[in-house]
Nanobody
Framework: QVQLVESGGGSVQSGGSLRLSCAAS????????MGWYRHAPGKQRELVAV???????TYGHSVKGRFTISRDNAKNPVYLQMNSLKPEATAVYYC????????????WGQGTQVTVTS
């Protein structure tokens, strides 16, 4: 089992920045990928950014060039730096991870609200 705890959400004006953090605990040795998804009202959940255990990053189309996912050398916690925020970024952001063990995962955090006002 892996537990994920997010922090860093809040409210910011359009054009501003926020930094999210996600800390994993429990059986973290088997984590193969870790990152963020978001869910806005009336929309489907979408990929924001993920990073693999090898350091490969993948970004959602709408955040490329403005958001950056990173991590400490210990691979945990994982950070999401969000710059040039737009109102359409308003959503609940969920930390996500998957593990190498078949039949376990994925795991999700409880979510943190990000609100961007115009």
């Amino acid at each position: 089992q892996v537990q994920l705890v997010e922090s860093g959400g809040g409210s910011v004006q359009s054009g501003g920045s926020l930094r999210l953090s996600c800390a994993a605990s429990g059986s973290t040795v088997g984590i193969s990928v870790m990152g963020w998804y978001r869910h806005a009202p009336g929309k489907q959940r979408e990929l924001v950014a993920v990073i693999t255990s090898g350091g490969t990053t993948t970004y959602g189309h709408s955040v490329k060039g403005r958001f950056t996912i990173s991590r400490d050398n210990a691979k945990n916690p994982v950070y999401l730096q969000m710059n040039s925020l737009k109102p359409e970024a308003t959503a609940v952001y969920y930390c996500y991870c998957n593990v190498v063990h078949i039949g376990l995962g994925p795991y999700w955090g409880q979510g943190t609200q990000v609100t961007v006002t115009s």
